[in-house]
């Protein structure tokens, strides 16, 4: 059974600029959550979908959105991007809220 | 704010060892507990889970839980080096998202 995906793997943006994640979760999985790692916030959740719907939202700024299609596929969204947004955002797929969580290799994202 | 807190290490031990990693977690309401192991540069990779009080044993890791005391452990037997990482205790409450604590570095020394 194949794994998460999430493309790009690595992105470098400028100051100001908007920049679009994608995550294909695991076969039959209709729960996807994201994460933003930093060395020294550790994995910080940002949201989690299903079903299309977005279950729960992380304490991060409006700048920062996220949608789940009907194949499960999810896309997360950064506009006006910061340097404090330089992280690797993690995608993770599920089955449902609770349940185990299995996370793709993420997208290292660099913000100049 | 629910809380998920971890000996940052790093932790020591020399091949062959018992490894030791402990989370205490703040929401006694918790249901769900993982442990997942975290390369340097790579993502969490789930290794155990547990959902009830006891232990649960997975090859050479045993997750243990103790809801009582809001503590769970992962004990990793017979270190090798490559089991040198980062080990990320993460705990859920039904129907709110995954808590993750900050980690705790693990060396293995050959």
């Known amino acids: 059974k194949a794994g998460v995906t999430q493309t790009p793997r690595y992105l470098i943006k400028t100051r100001g600029q908007q920049v679009t994640l994608s995550c294909s979760p695991i076969?039959?999985?209709?729960?996807v959550s994201w994460y933003q790692q930093t060395p020294g916030q550790g994995l910080q959740f940002l949201f989690e979908?299903?079903?299309?719907?977005?279950?729960n939202k992380g304490n991060f700024p409006g700048r920062f959105s996220g949608r789940q299609f009907s194949n499960s596929r999810s896309e997360m969204n950064v506009s006006t991007l910061e340097l404090g947004d330089s992280a690797l955002y993690l995608c993770?797929?599920?089955?449902?809220?609770?349940?185990?969580?299995?996370f793709g290799p993420g997208t290292r994202l660099t913000v100049t | 704010q629910k809380e998920v807190e971890q000996n940052s290490g790093p932790l020591s031990v020399p091949e062959g060892a018992i490894a030791s990693l402990n989370c205490t977690y703040s929401?006694?309401?918790?249901?769900?507990f993982f442990w997942y192991r975290q390369y340097s540069g790579k993502s969490p990779e789930l290794i155990m889970s547990?959902?009830?009080?006891g232990d649960k044993e997975d090859g050479r890791f045993t997750a243990q839980l103790n809801k009582a005391s809001q503590y769970v452990s992962l004990l990793i037997r017979d270190s090798q080096p490559s089991d040198s990482a980062t080990y990320l205790c993460?705990?859920?409450?039904?129907?709110?998202?995954?808590?993750f604590g900050k980690g705790t570095r693990l060396s293995v020394i050959a």
């Open positions: 547990i959902y009830s009080n």
């Open positions: 076969s039959g999985h209709r729960s």
């Open positions: 929401d006694r309401g918790s249901q769900s």
């Open positions: 993770a797929s599920s089955l449902g809220t609770g349940n185990e969580q299995y």
């Open positions: 979908y299903f079903s299309e719907t977005q279950r």
């Open positions: 993460a705990v859920n409450g039904g129907n709110t998202p995954l808590v």
